[in-house]
């Protein structure tokens, strides 16, 4: 099993940064990719960020130029650097991981961090 722990979220205004940390415990060895997910009040959960363990990155279109997601294999920490925030941003941010699970993966989650950008 793996436990991931956010931090980082919080209140910043519009064009500011914040950067988000999720650290990976448990049976890291067996992650093939992590990534941000964000949720917004009455919206569907949707993929922010994500990147493989061969380093290859993935970003929602909204996001593109403003995030940049990264890790730190020493520290089993994934980050997104989120740049120039707009008050669309505002959500709660969930990190995942996924896993092979037989014939398919699983996916595991953060307990999430609120991220707010007021105008």
């Known amino acids: 099993q793996v436990q991931l722990v956010e931090s980082g979220g919080g209140l910043v205004q519009a064009g500011g940064s914040l950067r988000l940390s999720c650290a990976a415990s448990?049976?890291?060895?067996?992650?093939?990719?992590m990534g941000w997910y964000r949720q917004a009040p009455g919206k569907q959960r949707e993929s922010v960020a994500t990147i493989t363990n061969g380093g290859i990155t993935n970003y929602a279109d909204s996001v593109k130029g403003r995030f940049t997601i990264s890790r730190d294999n020493a520290k089993n920490t994934v980050y997104l650097q989120m740049n120039s925030l707009k008050p669309e941003d505002t959500a709660v941010y969930y990190c995942?991981?996924?896993?092979?699970?037989?014939?398919?993966?699983?996916?595991?989650w953060g307990q999430g961090t609120q991220v707010t950008v007021s105008s």
């Open positions: 448990g049976s890291i060895f067996s992650i093939n990719a």
């Open positions: 995942n991981a996924r896993t092979p699970y037989g014939p398919g993966y699983h996916d595991y």
